[in-house]
T-cell receptor, first 115, second 115 residues
Framework: NAGVTQTPKFRILKIGQSMTLQCTQD?????MYWYRQDPGMGLKLIYY???????DKGEVPNGYNVSRSTTEDFPLRLELAAPSQTSVYFC??????????????FGSGTRLTVV | GENVEQHPSTLSVQEGDSAVIKCTYS??????FPWYKQELGKGPQLIID?????GEKKDQRIAVTLNKTAKHFSLHITETQPEDSAVYFC??????????????FGKGTSLLVTP
């Protein structure tokens, strides 16, 4: 199993550009999450989804959008990129609590720089 | 919302010594407490977790303790090895099957094990 796959691994954007960070998982997990990681700040939740067609905001959703059309895919869209969105982005997935093994499986991250 | 504090931010130990990382949480409803290890350039990986109905859990050289009354939990690594060097994150959440269990992370502890 590949687990959680994120693409691209690195990207440089100019201010005002848009892009989509891709995330796909092959573990049949219902729950998926997007976090951003800034140096010394831990991980902050951007958006999450409990199943196809259902998404909800996390702690820092401004400037981002998500969609969940399938169980496997959970893309994160950045519109009008700003320097404050320079960060490392992690996608994660998990089983429904009470079903299967617990804990998140994280992807390897996308390092985004906005200049 | 939940606030997770983690200490220390950096920790240096000699190979073979023990390492202890401590976290406190603010929401008494939190009932799931995982620990993640993040190696350079990789996503966090679950190493151990504990639920609020258990006071201690051990897995080989790693143990986690939970004090619900004081709202703090700790990670203990014994007989440390250089490969234990990494950033460790604690997290807390409320497991709820209808809303996912979005994790609230501490800011991380950078552990260095010197030979």
């Amino acid at each position: 199993n590949a687990g959680v796959t994120q693409t691209p691994k690195f990207r440089i954007l100019k201010i005002g550009q848009s892009m989509t960070l891709q995330c796909t998982q092959d573990m049949n997990h219902n729950y998926m999450y997007w976090y951003r990681q800034d140096p010394g700040m831990g991980l902050k939740l951007i958006y999450y989804s409990v199943g196809a067609g259902i998404t909800d905001k996390g702690e820092v959703p401004n400037g981002y959008n998500v969609s969940r059309s399938t169980t496997e895919d959970f893309p994160l869209r950045l519109e009008l990129a700003a320097p404050s969105q320079t960060s490392v982005y992690f996608c994660a997935s998990s089983h429904v609590p009470g079903q299967g093994s617990y804990g998140y499986t994280f992807g390897s991250g996308t390092r985004l720089t906005v200049v | 919302g939940e606030n997770v504090e983690q200490h220390p931010s950096t920790l240096s130990v000699q190979e073979g010594d023990s390492a202890v990382i401590k976290c406190t949480y603010s929401d008494s409803a939190s009932n799931y407490f995982p620990w993640y290890k993040q190696e350079l350039g990789k996503g966090p990986q679950l190493i151990i977790d504990i639920r609020s109905n258990v006071g201690e859990k051990k897995d080989q050289r790693i143990a986690v303790t939970l004090n619900k009354t004081a709202k703090h939990f700790s990670l203990h690594i014994t007989e440390t090895q250089p490969e234990d060097s990494a950033v460790y994150f604690c997290a807390a959440s409320i497991e709820a099957s209808n809303s996912g269990y979005a994790l609230n992370f501490g800011k991380g502890t950078s552990l260095l094990v010197t030979p």
